[in-house]
């Protein structure tokens, strides 16, 4: 390890101010670098569907003291019933046995709750820029030149991308997404609605080949729910990623016709003003840095909703490039280190939509018949271990400070 000097505190900017960046702001600040974070919204964003924090991410947030926090906002979800064509009953089955996980181990909260936990912990330990973002990055030997939207200018020795799947420091530095996204075939639609169904933390899915409806209560019954839509779409529809009605208008058109309360959903969604519609994918980037400039969660490695593994990538990844850039006095071997240990992991859970991770939404009459066989052996015997990849790095311990 290099030591510094006090007065030589290395500066980082990260970009992006939901899962990834506050935790690698964390972290880094604990190391004592000079962290500057810029997010492009308002304000930390609340809201937002349930996430999952599992396996090696649990560790992440134990070490930074906020697990009992997450623990008592966990959505205590008692069970997850799945429906046919015509809205009968296919199966019905506690939580853990969909999604592999362990009763007390792994948690699954509001991303809100989870963003908002994450930024109070920092938010009085390093600098926010809110309404910001990065528009230019020029690399120099002695650091990074950023010129941001607002027209400001600063140098950083070293430059991070947390901004999401749809990254626009990437963007910046290695030009369009297309060249790393994996399109996975669906899109999909998710806001909220009134409980029409007074339903209490659970969750009811909708099947037909090729389509999923499902309505989402993580409160009780006077509580509002989170509905999502679900869809194959054999060629990825780019035409309206821009395009908040031609959304609608593709939603709509998929569902016309459909059995049990999906026509009423499909209403709700014309009617919400937090529609968010985007596709399946996966961002894969042969490496996740250059020069002084790294990436980490979504923007290196996005894994789909169709993993699970979203959030707890974000958080695993930013504690491992931290550690690595407390570790290494040199940027380049910091980003070869982060990458060496995080890759493997990364690759895995990436993995799971090939391993079965995309078999709640089959897209044959033959594959959800399969898909419905499958639950109903899980009714009869539950799983009881976590998918391997959720756990699969044992998390190494922090690193030194001084």
């Known amino acids: 390890m290099t030591s510094r000097p006090e007065t030589a505190r290395r500066t980082v900017l990260i970009a992006g101010a939901s899962l990834a960046g506050p935790t690698l702001a964390y972290w880094l600040h604990r190391y004592g670098f000079a962290v500057t974070v810029v997010e492009k919204a308002h304000a930390p964003r609340g809201g937002g569907y349930p996430i999952d924090v599992r396996g090696t991410a649990i560790e992440v947030v134990r070490r930074m003291g906020i697990l009992p926090r997450l623990q008592a906002a966990h959505i205590d979800t008692g069970r997850f019933t799945f429906l046919d064509a015509d809205g009968a009953e296919v199966a019905v089955l506690h939580p ?29 330990d390093v600098e926010f820029v809110f309404d910001d973002a990065i528009d230019r990055l020029d690399q120099q030997g002695h650091g990074v030149h950023v ?3 607002s027209g400001r200018q600063r140098t950083f020795d070293v430059v991070v991308g947390a901004d999401g799947m749809h990254s626009g420091t990437r963007k910046a530095l290695f030009g369009p997404e297309e060249q790393f996204h994996r399109y996975l075939g669906y899109g999909f639609a998710v806001f909220t609605m009134p409980n029409f169904l007074g339903l209490t933390r659970e969750l009811l899915m909708w099947n037909t080949p090729g389509r999923a409806a499902a309505l989402y209560a993580t409160g009780d019954a006077d509580d509002g729910l989170h509905a999502f839509l679900n869809f194959h779409q054999p060629e990825q529809p780019l035409r309206v990623l821009r395009d908040p009605d031609a959304q609608r208008d593709l939603v709509a058109g998929t569902y016309a016709g459909a059995g049990w309360e999906v026509t009423r959903i499909v209403y709700a969604m014309h009617q919400a003003d937090d529609l968010f519609f985007d596709t399946a994918g996966q961002i894969r980037m042969p490496r996740w840095s250059s020069g002084r400039v790294a990436f980490v969660g979504d923007a290196a490695y996005a894994p789909s909703f169709l993993t699970g593994q979203g959030s707890s990538l974000a958080l695993v990844g930013a504690y491992m490039l931290a550690r690595s850039l407390a570790t290494h006095g040199d940027h380049v071997d910091a980003f070869a280190a982060y990458e060496r240990d995080t890759r493997e992991f990364v690759t895995m859970n990436q993995a799971l939509v090939d391993r079965g991770g995309a078999r709640l939404f089959p897209t044959t009459a033959e594959a959800l018949g399969q898909r419905n066989a499958m639950l109903r052996e899980l009714v009869a015997m539950p799983a009881t271990t976590p998918q391997p990849a959720h756990s699969a790095l044992a998390l190494p311990a922090p690193a030194p400070t001084a």
């Open 147 to 149: 010129t941001f939207r």
């Open 96 to 124: 853990h046995a969909v999604a592999g996980s362990v009763a007390g181990q792994d948690l699954e909260v509001a991303r809100g709750d989870l963003t908002t936990a994450l930024y109070e912990t920092v938010r009085d």
